[in-house]
């Protein structure tokens, strides 16, 4: 399965972001082949539908999860169409690092 973590910069030692649709990156990880991809988030600066365009974006990755700090009310009912987990993050200062070490620990 591929998960999406939205980070704060370009690294695994980077933090989680709080915000999905207009946070800094993506982490891609995909938990069989242990590959990871970084992308900037294209849609950051959009004046209207970050949120959104940023669900499409992650849905052609073929994610099953997201994990991110919170997630905006417009995000729910398409990640719930498109069946993809949202897992939300209350702790800002967890690296990438360590969020993927759990996801090891815990699949």
Do not use: W
Not at 18 to 23: A, E, P, V, Y
Not at 81 to 105: F, G, V
Request: hydrophobic share 40%; with cysteine.
């Amino acid at each position: 399965m591929k998960i999406a973590i939205t980070s704060t910069g370009n690294s695994l030692e980077s933090t989680i972001d709080s915000r999905f649709g207009r946070c800094a990156y993506f982490v891609f990880y995909d938990l069989e082949s242990k590959a990871i991809e970084i992308i900037p988030n294209p849609n950051k600066d959009v004046e209207d539908g970050a949120g959104p365009a940023a669900v499409q974006l992650v849905a052609s990755r073929n994610v099953g999860k997201i994990i991110s700090g919170e997630f905006g009310m417009k995000i729910k009912p398409l990640l719930d169409s498109l069946k993809i987990q949202m897992i939300i993050l209350k702790e800002p200062e967890q690296k990438i690092k360590d969020i993927i070490e759990k996801l090891e620990k815990n699949k």
